[in-house]
């Protein structure tokens, strides 16, 4: 929890003053006790009325300042709360946005957004609750105990061991709800987990009838997260109880020995009444202890499981380089990428392009051209070799050079809610001339301009348009780009092949004296490229052109070589 106050930049003299006007609040709370046993044993006893009303009149203006500092406590510990809440959170997706996909993608998404939203909120909560009553507690505890001495000289060791003892109580309790709380979250982790699976394969589970299956696996971790909760809640549920037996014990014990005291003349009934009021307030500061172990256990979990994230590496930028002009746009020599095994999920690859030059890339599934996409734009780090950017190792970029010289366009694409205009303008480019252009290149426009235009809504997802819309949406985004590279990651695999020669034949053209990577699982859409990158099994498998494929490569002839030489075919 430490490593979040970092966060509370801007918001530090509330967090300082919150805790201080709570302070000063329970030092008003430990006079009133001294107040009132003055009150039995000169006011009360001599009967002196005036007196009476006039000590009472204190102790209601007394309790009027404190109430007045409780309540500046609680603005100023919600606004720090909320305040780092947003901090934290605006530094989540900030670094998610930097972070190394392979460790997000191990993470999963379900648990970055229940990092980003419930943790957050946890830890928001517990700080606030901290800010609040946590700090009061030791200090009505520790003031209780030191005002017991002060009052009862001969009795003060009752309420101090009862206060110790129900202290240590409430450590052993909390160090158990802490690792309890850490479990139930993981739980719901894979709640949110499955439940994203749902929403994003509901129609494959549709497809399949597996209605009943999802059902059984969602109860199954519902069930599991129950477990888990009870288990947290039922052990929680101790601290009130033994706090409260252990304090009352004492009361009861305080009470049979300091009647006879009384009796004795060792303590005034004054003194033995306020030596039970702090015991009371110690007793209550204990119970509030009690039930903010709770909210901090769960605090403390989530900040650890927010830390967890930051903990993760983030992808970085170079501090910058020129590019060249004069060379190559892509090099890669023998460069290679593992997602951690022993084994290269892509390796071996030498590739030189050039200004004007279209490399096809083409392979059996799981062969690696995905993760070639993704070292060509800085996605994964190639772990030996070196990719190469207009004469520059792609590491030495910064993000914004990186993003103006090589564009992406994904095999499955992802538009934003909001418009067609919007997610064109992701692209750098807000001219509605080119706009229209880039959707006409890619056969966008004969749809769009029946849903508004540029103006048509897009759906989250982009769930309103087909795949095949999506994509060429998609495509048009990333021509308007403009960049020296543009990689195709199958980003025409849910065309018809008519349709994909037609928008190929187009981005061909508008791609002249840029580099072009165009991977994807059909001959005819590779085979006018300059040069034909086979992969298999995340090896080069055969490397040359159509022709030269045809005749020197078996697998390039399996994938379908034959049947497509004579088809005309796009990039």
């Not at 970092?6 to 300082?16: C, E, F, P, Q």
């Not at 404190?66 to 305040?83: D, E, H, I, T």
């Not at 495509?475 to 199958?490: F, M, Q, S, T």
């Not at 995340?538 to 399996?558: F, I, K």
Request: charged share 20%.
């Amino acid at each position: 929890m430490l490593k979040l106050l970092k966060y509370l930049k801007g918001y530090r003299a509330a967090a300082i003053a919150a805790p201080l006007f709570k302070i000063i609040e329970a030092l008003i709370e430990l006079v009133i006790p001294l107040i009132v046993a003055y009150m039995i044993d000169t006011a009360i006893a001599g009967g002196d009325i005036p007196l009476v009303v006039g000590l009472g009149a204190l102790m209601a203006g007394l309790s009027c300042v404190g109430l007045g500092f409780s309540l500046a406590c609680q603005y100023l510990a919600s606004k720090a709360a909320v305040g780092m809440g947003c901090n934290i959170r605006a530094a989540l997706y900030a670094h998610l946005h930097r972070l190394n996909l392979g460790d997000a993608d191990r993470m999963g998404t379900g648990a970055l957004v229940n990092r980003i939203s419930n943790d957050v909120a946890q830890a928001q909560q517990g700080f606030a609750m901290f800010l609040r009553l946590m700090l009061r507690a030791p200090v009505i505890a520790a003031g209780g105990a030191i005002m017991s001495i002060v009052v009862a000289p001969s009795m003060w060791y009752i309420g101090v061991s009862a206060g110790v003892l129900a202290f240590v109580v409430l450590l052993v309790v909390m160090n158990a709800g802490v690792k309890r709380f850490a479990v139930m979250q993981k739980k719901l982790d894979e709640i949110s987990r499955l439940t994203g699976e749902t929403i994003r394969g509901e129609r494959v589970i549709r497809a399949f009838a597996g209605e009943e299956r999802g059902k059984t696996r969602f109860a199954s971790a519902l069930d599991g997260h129950c477990k888990a909760a009870v288990a947290a809640s039922a052990l929680s549920c101790l601290l009130t109880p033994a706090a409260t037996v252990v304090i009352n014990a004492a009361v009861v014990l305080l009470l049979w020995m300091g009647g006879g005291a009384v009796n004795d003349g060792v303590i005034s009934s004054g003194n033995l009444v306020a030596l039970v009021n702090y015991l009371n307030q110690i007793l209550l500061a204990l119970i509030t202890t009690a039930t903010l172990m709770v909210i901090v256990s769960k605090a403390i979990s989530s900040a650890a499981r927010i830390n967890s994230v930051f903990a993760l590496a983030e992808d970085g930028e170079g501090a910058g380089a020129a590019p060249d002009e004069n060379a190559p746009l892509v090099e890669l020599r023998d460069a290679a990428y593992s997602f951690g095994g022993e084994e290269n999920a892509v390796g071996g690859l030498n590739i030189t392009l050039r200004r004007g030059e279209i490399l096809g890339v083409i392979g059996t599934t799981g062969s690696g051209k995905s993760t070639l996409a993704g070292l060509l734009v800085r996605f994964y780090r190639a772990t030996s070799g070196q990719v190469r950017i207009a004469g520059n190792d792609i590491c030495d970029y910064t993000d914004e050079q990186l993003r103006s010289l090589v564009t992406l366009a994904p095999q499955k694409p992802l538009l934003f809610s909001g418009t067609v205009r919007g997610n064109l303008e992701m692209s750098g480019c807000s001219d509605v001339g080119k706009m229209t252009e880039a959707l006409k290149m890619t056969r966008a426009w004969e749809f769009v301009s029946d849903k508004n235009g540029l103006d048509a809504e897009v759906t989250q997802k982009g769930n309103n348009f087909s795949g095949g819309e999506k994509q060429r949406i998609s495509l048009a985004r990333a021509v308007l780009r403009n960049a020296p590279v543009l990689v195709l990651d199958d980003a025409a695999s849910a065309l018809d092949y008519v349709t994909e020669a037609d928008v190929m034949k187009n981005i061909r053209e508008a791609s002249r004296g840029k580099a072009v990577i165009n991977i994807s699982q059909r001959i005819g859409t590779i085979r006018r490229s300059d040069k034909v990158l086979v992969l298999d099994g995340g090896r080069v498998a055969g490397y040359g052109t159509h022709e030269q494929l045809l005749e020197s490569c078996e697998l390039y002839r399996m994938l379908g070589g034959k049947e497509h030489a004579a088809e005309g075919g796009a990039v």
